[in-house]
């Protein structure tokens, strides 16, 4: 396995297990997490102990920075008293829990189920630490084949089977302001929206002295919606072959659309101070009526809500007529990273254990306490909004949009880290008017030949 050793090693599990504790057995840094998720959980007076492992993320609070994984867990414990108990161990933040699992693979100590994106998961696949779910989602899981269908499309480890479960459903698009589009009568954009008629929306704006599509440079992975518009030129037909090395970034389905987004910023849609400007500046300056867009996503939703009430909407972006590809795409595209210890599962119950609870974690209740704490559904979206904010209903609306299917998953998934790193740059520098299309694709092509040769 391709994971180096880390220097100083005493002083980096000592630092990491402080604030993570992220091993089977659990430390005491953990003990108030866990015992949020399974304190109802009495075993007293049965004849066998419940069988029990650990679900490890990188929530350091569960309870308070993700309400829906917290509620699930609970909920699954208190339907399987005294048979199943799923403890819940969490770490500081994504890197350091990244860290823990890194070590914890070296030292056979990995927790029986746990976060790690795409790009950790490769090597973990390489060394055999996953287990293969595809056998306990199909013989065991409750899922219709539509859910089926999205799990193998989104697999991100290619030997079709499922090395994951999705964390979360990434949903991304464009917030917009019904009330900046009120004030200089504007048409709301929606699914037939073209990209000429966003681009004569963006000459009255610019007129007025607003700005169009508000995000920031400085954060430069926050070109969601440009990701999901990626798709509507053909990502999904090119990437696995430039990844294999036989296609290249320079052909001509990007170039139209890197030149789209050249269009965009000849027109005036960004911001004069984007290179300078980050995520969370821009999202003030829309929140404050300054922008008429912002890219964004679910996450999002409550302070969309809060500044904007029913003046919120949501936008997948526009078609574009040039192109030939399927312009009917969405984002509800699952974040694969829920993995399965591979050493785990040679115990029968615990794989039995292990197998109910995935079940229930992409089962419709599971979509439906989703929804009930501001979380989008992984499964599906029939299910019960009457008590979501505005910001999130009007997102949930866009979702049943009849005809529009979702992306596998997002367009920078499943590159290499420099791979991605030079995806956000390149877009960025045409969004900022550094780069012609031609050079900012060009650029891609040089990072991908060097990353395949390492």
């Given amino acids: 396995m391709r994971i180096k050793k880390l220097v100083a090693m005493l002083l980096v599990v000592s630092m990491v297990f402080m604030s993570a504790g992220c091993s089977n057995g659990g430390s005491d840094s953990t003990t108030e997490v866990e015992k949020n998720i399974s304190e109802s959980i009495s075993t007293e007076g049965s004849e066998d102990e419940p069988v029990s492992f650990t679900f490890a993320a990188h929530f350091a609070d569960l309870k308070e920075s993700n309400a829906a994984l917290y509620n699930i867990i609970d909920t699954f414990n208190r339907q399987h008293e005294g048979q199943i108990v799923v403890n819940y161990s969490g770490s500081a933040d994504k890197s350091v829990h990244i860290t823990a699992m890194k070590l914890a693979a070296e030292s056979g100590s990995l927790p029986d189920v746990f976060f790690l ?104 992975y926050s070109v969601w919606a440009f990701l999901l518009a990626f798709a509507r030129y053909g990502f999904f037909e090119h990437d696995k072959a430039i990844a294999a090395g036989s296609d290249v970034w320079s052909n001509d389905d990007f170039i139209k659309y890197f030149e789209k987004i050249q269009q965009l910023q ?105 929804v009930d704490n501001g979380t989008v559904p992984l499964t599906s979206v029939d299910v019960d909004a009457s008590n979501v904010n505005a910001a999130f209903a009007k ?37 900022c008017g550094i780069y012609t299309p031609e050079e900012a694709l060009e650029i891609m092509d040089e990072v991908q030949t060097r990353a395949l040769e390492e």
């Fill in 117 to 220: 994106p795409t790009t950790n998961a490769v090597e973990f696949y390489e060394a055999g630490y996953l287990y293969d779910m595809t056998d306990m989602i199909e013989q065991y899981g409750d899922l219709d084949e539509d859910t089926l269908n999205s799990l193998y499309e989104s697999k991100d480890l290619q030997d079709n089977s499922i090395y994951g479960l999705p964390l979360t459903a990434l949903v991304t698009g464009f917030w917009y302001n019904k009330d900046v589009f009120d004030r200089y009568g504007v048409a709301y954009p929606d699914e037939g929206t073209t990209f000429d008629e966003l681009l004569t929306m963006i000459d009255t704006f610019k007129a007025n002295g607003v700005t169009t599509i508000i995000n920031g440079a400085k954060t430069n």
């Fill in 266 to 370: 000849e027109a005036g849609a960004f911001a004069e101070n984007n290179s300078v400007t980050d995520f969370f500046q821009a999202k003030e300056l829309f929140l404050a009526g300054e922008a008429a867009m912002f890219d964004s996503g679910a996450w999002d939703s409550a302070v969309v809500s809060d500044a904007l009430g029913e003046k919120a909407g949501f936008w997948w972006g526009p078609i574009f007529e040039d192109s030939n590809y399927n312009q009917q795409y969405l984002m509800q595209a699952p974040s694969v990273s829920v993995r399965v210890n591979a050493e785990s599962v040679k115990e029968p119950e615990k794989l039995e254990a292990i197998t109910e609870f995935m079940k229930f974690y992409m089962s419709p209740e599971a979509d439906q306490i989703r």
């Fill in 395 to 431: 997102m949930l609306e866009a979702l049943k949009i009849e005809g529009w299917i979702s992306v596998p998953y997002q367009a920078d998934a499943n590159l290499s880290e420099v791979v991605q790193e030079a995806l956000y740059d390149s877009m960025f520098g045409v969004i």
